[in-house]
């Protein structure tokens, strides 16, 4: 049994060293980040158009990128309650 687990393990760790996946991982991370400051951007622009307020825009994009990576679906929810 513990043959066939190292046998598992080696070939899943050879799929993971392989260049080419690295390569595809990168890629996924960077483009999480990209949509992450993206969806920021958006909720403070959308922000700026729907109040005068000059203080929202920022309070929404900081809770967009601060709630994003523990409360992800926590912080869509507060924005779609307070937005007007």
Known sequence: MEDI????GETIGGFFDNA???FAIQGMAVYIVILWLASAYWAFR????RTANPV????????????????????ILVYRIIRP
């Open 5 to 8: 687990l190292n046998t598992i």
């Open 20 to 22: 080419v996946v690295q």
């Open 46 to 49: 959308d922000m700026q158009a």
């Open 56 to 75: 929202v825009p920022y309070l929404a994009a900081a809770l967009v990128v601060g709630f994003t990576p523990v409360f992800f679906l926590f912080g």
